[in-house]
């Protein structure tokens, strides 16, 4: 017999069929959750598989590697290079690049040094300058992109040769200024732990948030006559995060605690996230990532999508290079240059975010940079060169892109079948 959908017998057993497919809970989550990695969307599967294996393997070579105390200086070495590769993101989200991060970040440290221990400029008004430059700096990008045409390779790669040489002229001679450690801001870039009530507190509130976000998103749908996640599933997955969460910080409290400089860079990375999953300018950047001109013909402005990306990431980059002072105590001719612009950009491909644009994360720069560091943290404990660092770094950073390009190639067969 068929059944009219339409009429109350219909929208029933509709109703009906929701509820089973609800109740599968954790089961049906899991069945849903292999699919989409059969299908190609692997996420930071990779990644979180990749820091598990490289935290156990140099734990068994070394294990003061896990200790509370180096695992919280590896954490404050995070924060520096994880928030340049934040807006690192912005750009690869667009299928584009700025390859003078790093020299933004250096001269951003320079007019820190300059205007606050030279000239006698009060701190907020320094970083307010070097902050201003940033954007000002990543507007140009953007103009030379959609107005000129220029590609955002060359214009970045013009830019780190020019940002460097401002920033060896304002240094001079002297080649480095000193931060005095008595100085609040170099105490928080070197010796600054949050206290362990306020860590333990504050590691409950991602979990509530997902929680409040799964439940809101199940009345809606069902609201909407739609089937919603099991309640089963949106409380597992709070109660995971949140004791993931407190056996981190409880252990970190064991030594000196969570640096005052990583919770800042974690909640620019919350931030960032909420602006790419919740907001319109978010979806906008991975409809203009994936295909600009059906982007363009949807009505998003994809000029102003472009100019915000480049802006966005100029700016971090100048707030790094601040935070990278104030860990140093210093401004000097070296700030920004080394690996730094390898390290943030590799730390935002390897964390997942696509290199051919459309599809990223904020969290990617984090576990990133957790990952680089790491790798960089234990060779320093076995007292191995930097040469094999880079080359290990090389191989990883190889890695990722291979496993981005075959899941994309698995997702694109996938929607043809």
């Not at 970040?105 to 070097?130: E, M, R, T």
Request: glycine content about 12%.
């Amino acid at each position: 017999m068929t059944v009219n959908p339409n009429s109350a017998t219909g929208r029933a057993l509709d109703r009906a069929d929701a509820r089973v497919r609800e109740d599968e809970g954790l089961a049906g989550a899991l069945r849903g959750f292999l699919d989409r990695v059969r299908s190609g969307d692997l996420g930071m599967i990779p990644v979180a598989v990749g820091l598990v294996l490289i935290s156990l393997i140099f734990a068994w070579l070394n294990p003061v590697f896990l200790r509370p105390g180096n695992v919280s200086n590896l954490l404050y070495d995070c924060a520096t290079t994880g928030v340049i590769s934040l807006g690192i993101v912005c750009v690869l989200m667009l299928g584009e690049i700025d390859l003078s991060v790093g020299s933004m970040s250096g001269l951003a440290s320079a007019i820190l040094g300059v205007l606050w221990i030279n000239q006698g400029w009060p701190v907020i008004g320094a970083i307010l300058v070097a902050l201003l430059l940033g954007a000002a700096v990543g507007a140009l990008y953007a103009a030379l992109y959609n107005r000129v045409g220029m590609p955002s390779f060359v214009a970045t790669l013009a830019g780190l040769l020019a940002l460097l040489g401002l920033q060896l002229y304002l240094l001079g001679n002297s080649g480095s200024i000193n931060l005095p450690f008595s100085l609040a801001l170099v105490r928080f870039g070197q010796n600054s732990y949050m206290p362990n009530w306020l860590s333990v507190v504050l590691a409950i509130v991602p979990a509530a948030v997902v929680l409040w976000s799964g439940l809101s998103a199940r009345r809606r749908r069902q609201a909407a006559g739609l089937t919603g996640n099991s309640l089963s599933v949106v409380l597992a997955k709070a109660i995971a995060l949140a004791v993931a969460l407190e056996a981190i910080v409880l252990y970190l409290a064991q030594g000196r605690g969570v640096p005052w400089m990583f919770a800042l860079f974690v909640l620019l990375v919350a931030l960032m996230d909420y602006l790419f999953t919740r907001t319109q300018w978010g979806r906008s950047m991975m409809a203009v990532g994936g295909n600009r001109e059906a982007a363009r013909r949807a009505g998003i402005n994809v000029r102003r999508i472009y100019l915000s990306a480049f802006v966005l990431c100029s700016t971090f980059a100048a707030l790094g290079g601040i935070l990278s002072a104030a860990r140093l105590g210093s401004a000097s001719q070296q700030a920004g240059t080394g690996d730094v612009n390898l390290n943030a950009i590799a730390a935002a491909v390897i964390g997942g975010t696509s290199l051919f644009g459309g599809r990223g994360s904020a969290y990617s720069a984090l576990l990133g940079i957790v990952v680089i560091q790491a790798i960089s943290n234990g060779l320093t404990l076995l007292n191995l060169s930097s040469s094999l660092r880079y080359m290990i770094l090389g191989g990883v950073l190889a890695l990722a892109v291979i496993v981005d390009s075959l899941a994309r190639r698995s997702r694109a067969s996938h929607g043809r079948g």
